[in-house]
């Protein structure tokens, strides 16, 4: 029934295009401007109503890449992208991924925002027993001695909490995991429009690992590569994270445990005594 | 070297402060010897405002979009855990595979920590952190940070303390420091310009001098500050970060003697007559009486500071009356540094010309000795200009 009120409408829309293209035309030919700059207008909305209705119907269908026709929400980008990068990501990254992955745009400016909304948000599902919580939300990755919200870098509150942790030498390890990742997703989509970028991301990633070369490289190298630098590294920074995240759950509430706690109390004495 | 300089602060007056930071600092270094500069350094006085009151021009001295260029570059260079970093600095400092536990002590990483804390309180804590993770490197190198993002060390100016934010510290377990700063002009054949590459090397040797200090005062050897620093550049005309490592241990003992001779702008001061003070800065659209009234007051109280005009005087915002006053005076520092030493204690134009025509006799032994080199000089250039006639 929904399905035969959806396919009603798209062809509704597809015929009122077909006659604005048509009226188009004949205002180009006659030459008459006015009429043709009205009928662009209309015929982009349009466009953009029929796309809707294409995807709705069939989400398998690829999207179109234009970023205006975006209506994708910041956050379902968000989560996508830190679902394939598979660790703490900055922003920085993650609209790096979104682009090369998907052609699309994220406003990395909104990130902060989504950040404070996802917070209020759970403590809303928190307080009242009857509303649903979301299955994930965006979190900050927190530092792993004070617990405090790391500045552009965010995480998936799904994942355990020691990878939510930033140790000294999770920055390294996560863009070491996160390349790997990518440069599987790269062999993956072979073939499609998505493998260009998808390798130039992964190779400029890549060319700062110690024997990857600069140019015309596999995903295979950077994947093994990457594995040969975690192995010297990986092991300590487990190690670190984990002991974190142990002291995270015996000190901290559930609210701190994924969005992170700030030093109010200590900070006017901690300035006082560098003197 | 501590006690706050009074007379330095009466002689600023209510005119504009602007704190010192290590470019500013590193001018000290081009205009060597120069009185009215170390002054105006030591009262930390904004520079670009009064040179741009003088002068009656406005001076914004660097362009937005070299701001923007140079702040994409950066954030190029460390994003993704500094993976452009870690890299070069493999490459050129030998820091090994598991050196790369790093720490970002930017003010805006900081202030998601530290909500409400900036300005001063903010430098101090950074300060602070800095020196924590630095002792951190000296008791336990394998569990200490090799790379620190914005870092924050402190140098003594005159009794003014400098808040110097370093771009990268890069620390290496067997007890090494490096000084890493990036720079967004590039280096286009192996080659940077070298002008704005000789400005990078002193203003690296401020933060290599204030580094050794903090060493110094959490009990270690300054020698721990390997003076082998690493700037990191754009290669050719794209984007992609190269890097070049430079000796500058010269430079920071140059500028070390530097510092040591500051305080003596107090001297400077207190031997002029106590009344000599800078006008307040006009308000924001005053009217152009006023701006003249100011200006000209800025200027005589400029004028019992004696300059030493050079060729390094040419980034200094006070540029431009120097080299007019030098005019006015005809002195021959106006004609640059190799004249000025070519001519040795003969100053003014007019004089140096008759010594060379023989039109005056030379009043001393030096006096002669550069008659006989500027007629000398004088003949050779005869003959070239009727040779070619």
């Excluded at chain 2, 190198?141 to 140098?155: D, E, F, G, K």
């Excluded at chain 2, 001098?209 to 050719?236: F, H, K």
């Excluded at chain 2, 980034?315 to 005019?327: N, T």
């Excluded at chain 2, 000025?340 to 001393?364: F, Q």
């Amino acid at each position: 029934m929904f399905f035969m009120e959806r396919a009603q409408e798209l062809i509704e829309v597809v015929t009122a295009l077909r006659n604005a293209n048509d009226a188009l035309l004949e205002a180009t030919t006659s030459g008459n401007g006015a009429e043709a700059t009205r009928l662009l207008q209309d015929i982009a909305v349009l466009e953009r109503r029929r796309n809707r209705l294409v995807h709705k119907s069939n989400p398998d269908i690829a999207r179109t890449t234009s970023s205006y026709e975006s209506s994708i929400p910041l956050r379902d980008q968000v989560i996508q992208a830190l679902r394939l990068t598979g660790r703490p990501s900055s922003s920085r990254l993650i609209s790096d991924v979104t682009k090369s992955r998907w052609a699309e745009r994220v406003d990395t400016a909104k990130l902060s925002s989504l950040r404070r909304d996802e917070a209020r948000s759970w403590r809303k599902s928190q307080e009242l027993p009857g509303r649903q919580a979301r299955d994930v939300y965006v979190v900050p990755a927190l530092t792993y001695d004070r617990f405090t919200p790391v500045r552009g870098t965010v995480a998936l509150s799904t994942w355990p909490t020691s990878l939510r942790l930033i140790a000294p030498l999770s920055p390294r390890v996560d863009m070491l995991h996160s390349t790997v990742a990518l440069a599987q997703e790269a062999s993956a989509v072979a073939g499609t429009n998505y493998e260009a970028p998808m390798m130039r991301l992964m190779a400029r990633l890549g060319a700062t690992i110690p024997g990857v070369r600069p140019f015309g490289v596999e995903p295979q190298a950077v994947i093994e590569a990457a594995q040969a630098e975690l192995k010297e590294i990986e092991e300590t920074d487990e190690l670190e994270r984990s002991e974190a995240a142990a002291r995270a759950h015996a000190q901290l509430d559930a609210e701190v445990l994924l969005f992170g706690t700030q030093i109010r109390t200590v900070t006017s004495r901690a300035a006082q005594g560098s003197q | 070297m501590t006690n706050t300089s009074d007379p330095l602060e009466n002689f600023r007056g209510s005119f504009p402060r602007q704190p010192l930071n290590a470019r500013r600092v590193a001018g000290a270094l081009e205009a060597p010897g120069c009185q009215r500069r170390t002054v105006l350094d030591a009262a930390a006085v904004n520079l670009d405002k009064l040179g741009s009151l003088i002068s009656g021009t406005p001076t914004d001295r660097q362009s937005p979009f070299a701001l923007t260029r140079g702040n994409q570059f950066e954030q190029q260079v460390v994003a993704n855990g500094m993976a452009e970093i870690v890299a070069l600095a493999r490459r050129h400092l030998a820091l090994e595979i598991p050196e790369v536990r790093q720490h970002d002590l930017s003010a805006s990483a900081l202030s998601e920590a530290y909500p409400g804390v900036a300005g001063i309180k903010m430098n101090e804590l950074r300060a602070r952190l800095t020196r924590q993770r630095a002792s951190e490197m000296l008791s336990d190198p394998s569990h200490a940070y090799n790379l620190i993002r914005h870092a924050m060390t402190r140098l003594d100016f005159g009794g003014e303390i400098v808040y110097l934010e370093q771009d990268v510290l890069a620390f290496a377990v067997d007890g090494r420091i490096h000084v890493v700063e990036i720079k967004s002009y590039p280096r286009i054949d192996g080659r940077a310009d070298p002008v704005k590459a000789s400005a990078t090397v002193r203003q690296t040797a401020v933060y290599a001098l204030s580094l050794q200090q903090l060493m110094v005062e959490i009990g270690a050897r300054p020698d721990v500050v390997n003076t082998t620093t690493m700037i990191v550049l754009p290669e050719n005309l794209s984007f992609r970060p190269t890097a070049v490592t430079i000796e500058i241990d010269m430079y920071v003992r140059r500028l070390r003697r530097q510092l040591a001779s500051v305080p003596q702008a107090t001297e400077i001061i207190q031997a002029l007559s106590a009344g000599i003070r800078l006008p307040d800065h006009p308000a924001k659209g005053a009217g152009s009486d006023e701006l003249t009234t100011a200006a000209t007051a800025a200027r005589e109280a400029l004028a019992p500071l004696p300059p030493r005009f050079t060729d390094g005087c040419v980034s200094c915002p006070l540029f431009h009356h120097c080299r007019d006053e030098a005019e006015f005076h005809r002195s021959t520092s106006r004609l640059g540094s190799a004249v000025a030493s070519a001519c040795g204690n003969v100053t003014d134009i007019a004089a140096a010309i008759d010594l060379a025509e023989g039109r005056r006799a030379p009043a001393d032994a030096s006096e002669a000795a550069v008659a006989a080199a500027l007629a000398r000089g004088a003949a050779a250039a005869r003959l070239a200009v009727g040779g070619v006639a």
